[in-house]
């Protein structure tokens, strides 16, 4: 397609403008071919007439499309030209904050003028190992570059940034280097990559300082080489640098500094090391205000200072030598401001009066005089004669200033050779990549000598670099096998020649430097006359004689002359650098000392080549001039540019306010073309810019094909259309894997594409329009239809409704008429019915009146006839009961005394109490069979007569005993006084006992109230507790458990760190082994499988003394620091083990604490009280049933008492003594006890009573009737039964009553210990309403804190006591065992003697008996026995050759553990320590020797099943409570007797904690390479993204594309390791937490790749990252790990990929952004916005005011301000108990693992 047709209506356009550069418009009109002017419409609507030149018939740039506006390479631009250029980087700059963008091969870098977070480690993580058009462009991703192309073609690379001064060159060559020390790890154990990172603080003190365009401009230019070995680690490094701007040591422009030194050294002046320097405020020294700016904003001298410092120590120059260099550099300071004063018209004199000359005397050790004198004089020397010549003022004061700018020169020579000694190395290194940091082209109004040689130097930089882009692109048309045509590019060779061909200008600069009168003017003089008019590149400015101006590549610039001989020159007077050469200050001679050396040659050169412009040059090299130097030394340069691999960094100024992303478009333009961008791009524009992979062509113009287009050959298919298309073959070629297009052509597909795809739309819109149409139609039809169908109804209904109306008040009527006659006939009808009704009941009522009155005549006269007659029977019944009562009494009387008489008798006694008799005669039997025998038995018990006769006296002594006793009591007439008097104590007693209830009964009602208040109180509680949101809870348990998990991560780091220092330790070791054996053969090698410091103890316990001592000798020097670091962290590893065994113990009780701690302490004080309550109420019952039963019997006693006093006589046979031994019986049954007693008394008063009665019988027969009641009662009580009765019962009464007394006592204990208890829980209640009202107060952490520290104390007090008694405890069983022992080795021996006496083949003992009880197979206890020197077999055959494939398919998951432990049962069964030891020991260590041999998946997954099966086969068989309930009865019958393994348990459970990170890594290093190109690369949904063009910089530019990964190879790699887990025998939750990490890796991985790539940054890839999300969702719903944590973890990149498909757009979007984006940070979230990039033209880019609106809604989060997801993050690991069903004793031993040698046991 022609050009002109381009410019078509509503093309846009660039015009020049005088404001921005470049403007863009639009055309109103077609051009046609011959038009001279161009109608256009500029942006701000205003119509303008562009004229063109009718002559050259240029038209004006055509703008790209909008589409291709902001991509990461220039050269991706259809076309390619300046305005597009500068667009382009105005938009990624200013809009999208990107700093970095590709121009080819060349890196472009803004200078943001503000610190951005895109520089930390997780960058250069993610950058590290990808190639280079893979991400957005970086300095990071040019120095990966360079790495890897060192790494692949073994050659040297280099890395040259450029640009003016602060434009950013040394920040940018500072990250290279810290990008190249971070991913490469130093050999040495110096870390050299530290040092390479420290001189940069060194040199930017003593290299730079403040300019108007720069606060840390670096003012020399430097090369950097980077040492590297055949690994690929930094091993070295040197440094060169050239052209030190000597002249700013004594003279700075307005708002300029000195170098930084300077201002550092002052800033330091009031520190006490530094008071001997004299120094005072940088206001004071000349040197130093000149520029009257001597603060820098935001920089703070002092701390700079302190970084230098320890930069230079770090570098090896001690303390001693960093003084001395500061005493140097003050002593330059106090040299500035000696005045020199004239002393007539040719001389002058040194006025010291403020003694500086003095100071810089004292400080540089020097001769006052004598330099005050070579200041104010020079020698002259003549072929015969040498002379003292004096100087003038202006002469002396120029010689004071040159003097002071050698010094430094020499100072800063001297000091970079120290940088390079300390970065040098031994080895040659066997590669390196170098970087520049040099000036960029320079201009200023006026331009001298320092800004012809920078200028100079990129010349020779602008060359070279047209040359290796030239050479690129030849070699990319040869790969592609396009014919190659010549590309006509600036070649600026004649330029270069100018300068430093013979007869050039260096050349007539040195010529007129060796005049004896060469001046300025002379020398321009010869160059008007040599090169004026002869060469294109020089011309002769009009106004000037003195002046010249060189046509350099970038620009005209014009150089004055003056000074330029003088700065070639660089002169110093000789006898000032004796002077100084002769003082005692040895590191000042030692500057100098190379002018007395002539062969001195640099010791740091890396490549055999001498360092140009260094301080280790020669005297005479010291007498050349500058130009020649400063040339050979660029010669050098380039010769080592060239021989190696360059990559560009052109770093640009963007402002010169330093205003934070403002772009000045002039400024920019300006840079830009000295840089060589946009030479770049008119070399590219020649050529074929543009290019593309069939792929990617046919992926984005597919909807330019049409069917018949596309074949099964995507080039074919290329071909096809593009020649249907592009009728001018010349604007493309097909390569072999690319199709190369010249400038615009792509813009025109793009135009193509669009217009089509417009058309498809308009297509879709009228289809769309017309089925919205047509369904309108249909929907209003649809309408009327049902309008006239309900309208049509509604007659319809309106017709019937009056029909039925009608035919209604017709029946209406009828009815009415119906009802009105009917009411009449029924009215008529009760009328008559109501007569009727009426005269009935009136006859009725009559009637019923006449039988009442009949009914009540006859019941007056019934009763009244009744009343007569019962008064008549009552009459006479009195009559007759009186005469009975009176006969009756006359009876009874009669009666009463012959019962008195009969009472006397103790016949009638008997007759009154038959059942006592009967008794009394069954004793008396008894008493007359045993006399019976006692006669019989008289001869033989001879003997026991005394016996009997003393039982007899005894007998008789009692009952005279008895005799007085009675006698005591009939003398006591007052008995019954006594008795009543005792009866009121108890009946007092009784009311006590009362009171006592009572007061009993009045506490009870305080507890019950007490209790209710309490009740009132816990409810209050409760719904206290209740009102807290059960939110509050869950945050507080969440935040306590993710301190527990972060803790973990803690503890689990420093297992990890602890790891590799114990892997770096064993590396050293084996390699000082490897030395020690070269250099003596059979020198003892420790084991590198002992890398724990405790296996290394356990290693050396079964050595040799010889070689114990042997192997602390070899380790005493080198290893020292490595030992004590590892105690160090072995010490933290045990504290953070003990801190985290107590804070999960914390953990586990926790969550059921804050839930349920209340609820429990109120139910327990509900349930204490509530038994107390019982209890008491018991209590009560009790007592108030035996108070009944007292107050009853006293009643009972009082009432038969009244009765016997009131009948004046109480016989045997009355009714008051059957109550007392009624009263009697009932105490006997109720006390047990007195029971034998009671029936022993009884039957002594039987016995007494038939004695007496024989004595007294004929008394009680004659004795008077009439007797006195006093005699009676005495007669009554004669035999003492009715006393000793009462006394028994008062006795009974007695113990009751203590018992009552008792009970009342205890009770009221129990009471006061319920209050106590009371007062307890109460005040307890209090602190934790106190505590709790203190921590609702408190804000949420804090509350957590206290609970925390609460709960702490408390259960660490309880631990304390649990472990004191548990100390004591295992005291007790081990002295019991010892105990035991000692007994056992003393029944043993004479044992032992018996069998050797009795059986000598019994020799064997005990050992033998043992065995043959052992080996009972049918007995097996689940143990193996092996001997001692099948040990290292044993573990050998079992772990270390064992094949983890074989095993876990053949045999159960775990096997190899069950064996271990098995063999360690019988160990702990043996009770030997040294063999469990050695076992644990041995296969802990034997473990970690083979994951550190064979890293592979399966091997690691497989012992880390087997250490987690080991782990809880030693907790299971523990014998602790918590894990043999689990068990069953046979399995506790296995728990370990002997040893206490708990701390074993912790040794394994950090194994599995390092098992388990090295299985997450080395998943990692399988799955990571696969998740960028599967999750957004590979195209899942087809047809649904395009890609846009992309430029020179094409993904996998270092390395040929590997095979292509897919999300399916993903999900099948996550089958892969899922099942083996499983079929390895891993717990359920460990697979879970695998899998989990697994999936935060993906989440990881595609974010941190999405937020780096801003061609991933579109709605269609937010659409694929959704689908391939939703297949991993369901890869989690298949395998029913949905509660694994893994989905959560993908939460970051759901919301990513929602936040590329939401709209973004209003107020209410950023609100929605806001609330749905809550696992982004807010750096993420702006990030992606940013980078949103539109795919098609109808989509639209954010806009820069939505951006701000969501930052302003955001940014009140407080998150991390880290950009991307850390991927090395191993989450915290936890292995859940899991006891295994497995029986010891079941499991056996397979023939294929060849483990004879054990034995069953």
Known sequence: MAAPELYSKFARVWIPD?????????????????????????????????????????????????????????????????????????????????????????????????????????????????????????????????????????????????????????????????????????SDESSVEKKVLASSPIMEAIGNAKTTRNDNSSRFGKYIEIGFDRKHNIIGGNMRTYLLEKSRVVFQASEERNYHIFYQLCACAHLPEFEPLKLGSADDFPYTNQGRSPVIEGVNDLKEMQATRKAFSLLGITEAHQMGLFQILSAILHLGNVEVKERGSSSCGISDENGHLAVFCDLTEVSYESMAHWLCHKKLKTATETLNKPVTRLEAVNGRDALSKHIYAKLFSWIVGQVNKSLSTSSKPHSFIGVLDIYGFET???????????????????????????????????????????????DNQPCINLIEAKMGLLDLLDEECTMPKGSDESWAQKLYNTHLKKSSHFEKPRMSNTAFIILHFADKVEYQCDGFLEKNKDTVNEEQINVLKASKFALLVELFQDEETPAAQSTTATSGRAKIGRSTQSFREHKKSVGLQFRNSLHLLMDTLNATTPHYVRCIKPNDLKAPFIMDPHRAVQQLRACGVLETIRISAKGFPSRWTYQEFFNRYRVLMRKKDILSDWKLTCQNVLERLVQNKDKYQFGKTKIFFRAGQVAYLEKLRADKLRTACIHIQKTIRCWLA?????????????????????????????????????????????????????????AAVLIQRLLRGYTARLEYKRLVFEHKALLIQRWVRGFLARWRYRRIKRAVVYLQCCVRRMLARRELKKLKIEARSVEHFKKLNVGMENKIMQLQRKLDEQHKENRELSERMSGLESHSAADIEKLHIQLKSLQEVEEEARHRGD????????????????????????????????????????????????????????????????????????????????????????????????????????????????????????????????????????????????????????????????????????????????????????????????????????????????????????????????????????????????????????????TNEELEVRKEEVLILRSQLVNQEAFKHKETG??????????????????????????????????????????????????????????????????????????????????HDARVQASLQHEISRLTQQNMDLLEQTGKQDKMVR????????????????????????????????????????????????????????????????????????????????????????????????????????????????????????????????????????????????GEEGYTKHNTPRQNEHCLSNFDLSEYCQVLSDLAIQIYQQLIRVIENIIHPMIAPAMLEQETIQGVMGVKPTGMRKRTSSFPEDSCHSLESILKQLDVFYYTLLQHGNDTELVRQVIKQQFYLICCVTLNNLLLRKDMCSWSKGLQIRYNVCQLEEWLLDKDLQGSGARESLEPLIQAAQL?????????????????????????????????????????????????????????????????????IIFSVTFPFNPSSVALETIQLPSSLNLSFLTRV
């Open 774 to 830: 047509r369904k309108k139609y249909l929907r209003i039809r649809q309408a009327t239809i049902t309008l006239q169908r309900y309208t049509r109804g509604h007659q319809a209904r309106c017709l019937c409704n009056n029909l039925r109306r009608t035919r209604a008040g017709v029946i209406f009527q009828k009815n009415t008429r119906m009802w009105a006659a009917r009411r009449q006939y029924l009215r008529q009808r009760t």
């Open 1700 to 1768: 590329l498909q939401i709209k973004k757009k209003s107020q209410d979007d950023a609100d929605a952004i806001c609330t749905m984006c809550t696992a982004l940070t807010t750096q993420q979230i702006v990030k992606i916005l940013s980078l949103y990039t539109p795919v098609n033209e109808f989509e639209e880019r954010v806009s820069i005011s939505f951006i701000k609106s969501v930052q302003n809604l955001l940014k009140d989060r407080k998150e991390s301000s880290q950009l991307l997801m850390d991927a090395k």
């Open 1258 to 1339: 004929g008394e009680g027969d004659s004795g008077d009737s009439s007797r006195s009641p006093t005699l009676d009662l005495h007669e009554l009580n004669e035999d003492g039964e009715l006393w000793m009765a009462y006394e028994s019962l008062k006795e009974t009464n007695r113990i009751l009553a203590s018992q009552l007394q008792t009970q009342g006592q205890s009770h009221e204990k129990e009471v006061e210990g319920l209050r106590a208890e009371l007062q307890r829980l109460k005040a307890e209640l209090g602190q934790q309403q106190q505590m709790m009202s203190e921590s609702l107060e408190l804000p």
């Open 1375 to 1518: 002295k019991l065992k010892k105990c035991l022992k000692i007994y056992m080795k003393k029944f043993g021996e004479p044992e032992g003697v018996h069998f050797e006496q009795s059986s000598p083949e019994n020799v064997v003992g005990e050992s033998g008996r043992t065995v043959s009880i052992v080996r009972k197979e049918r007995d097996f206890q689940g143990m193996l026995e092996y001997r001692k020197e099948d040990e290292n077999k044993l573990f050998k055959t079992l772990i270390t050759e064992l094949k983890p494939r074989g095993v876990a398919v053949n045999l159960i998951p775990g096997l190899p553990a069950y064996i271990l432990f098995m063999c360690l049962r019988h160990a702990d069964y043996a009770n030997d320590d040294q063999r469990v030891s050695t076992l644990l020991n041995s296969s802990i260590n034997a473990i970690k020797s083979v994951l550190k041999k064979r890293e592979e998946f399966e091997t690691i997954s497989f012992w880390l099943a087997n250490t987690c099966r080991f782990l809880h086969c030693l907790k299971q068989y523990s």
């Open 444 to 490: 200023f109004e006026v331009n001298s000598f320092e800004q012809f040689c920078i200028n100079y130097a990129n010349e020779k930089l602008q060359q070279q670099f047209n040359m290796h882009v030239f050479k690129l692109e030849q070699e990319e048309y040869m790969k592609e096998q396009i014919p190659w045509t010549l590309i006509d590019f600036y």
């Open 975 to 1226: 008995l019954v006084t006594s008795l009543q008097e005792e009866l009121e104590l108890v009946r007092q007693e009784l009311e006590k006992n009362k009171e006592m209830v009572a007061d009993l009964n009045e506490k009870n009602t305080l507890l019950k109230s007490e209790k209710d208040e309490m009740n009132r109180v816990i409810q209050e509680q409760e719904q206290q507790i209740r009102e807290i949101p059960e939110s509050t809870q869950q945050e507080s348990t969440e935040h306590v458990q993710a301190q527990l998990n972060e803790e973990r991560f803690r503890y689990q780091n420093l297992l990890t760190e602890h790891l590799k220092l114990e892997e770096r330790y064993a590396d050293l070791r084996s390699e000082k082994e490897a030395a020690l054996d070269l250099s003596k053969l059979g020198h003892y090698r420790a084991d590198s499988g002992y890398s724990s410091s405790q296996s290394e103890s356990i290693h050396s316990s079964v050595l040799t003394g010889s070689e114990v001592s042997s192997l602390e000798r070899e380790d005493a020097v080198q290893t020292a620091a490595d030992v004590s670091l590892l105690m160090k962290l072995q010490r933290r590893v045990t504290e953070l083990e003990k801190e985290n065994m107590d804070l999960q113990s914390d953990m586990d009780t926790k969550e059921e604490q804050l839930q349920l701690e209340r609820t429990k302490e109120l139910e327990d004080c509900q349930r204490v009280l509530g038994a107390e309550r019982d209890y008491e109420a018991l209590k009560r019952q009790e007592l108030e049933s035996d108070n009944k039963k007292l107050k009853k019997d006293l009643q009972d006693l009082r009432q038969s008492l009244s009765k016997g006093k009131g009948s004046k006589v109480a016989s045997p046979g009355g009714q008051a003594y059957n109550v007392v031994l009624e009263q009697l019986n009932s």
């Open 18 to 186: 005088t404001t921005e550069v470049w403007r863009s418009a639009e055309l109103t009109r077609d051009y046609r071919p011959g038009d001279t002017v161009l109608h256009l419409r500029l942006e701000d609507e205003t119509e303008c007439e562009y004229k063109l030149d009718p002559k050259s018939g240029v038209l004006p740039h055509l703008r790209n499309p909008d589409i291709l506006v902001g991509e990461n390479d220039l050269t991706a631009l259809s076309y390619l030209h300046e305005p597009a250029v500068l667009l382009n980087l105005r938009v990624r700059f200013t809009d999208s904050k990107l700093i970095y963008t590709y121009c080819g091969i060349i890196l472009v870098a803004i200078n943001p003028y503000e610190s951005l977070p895109i520089y930390g480690s997780d960058i250069i993580n993610a950058y590290s190992g990808q190639n280079m058009g893979d991400m957005d462009p970086h300095i990071f991703a040019v120095s990966e570059e360079a790495y890897k192309q060192m790494a692949r073609d073994e050659k040297n690379q280099s890395i040259i940034v450029s640009g003016e001064s602060g434009a950013g060159k040394t920040v940018s060559a500072k990250y290279a280097m810290r990008y190249f020390a971070t991913v490469s790890g130093s």
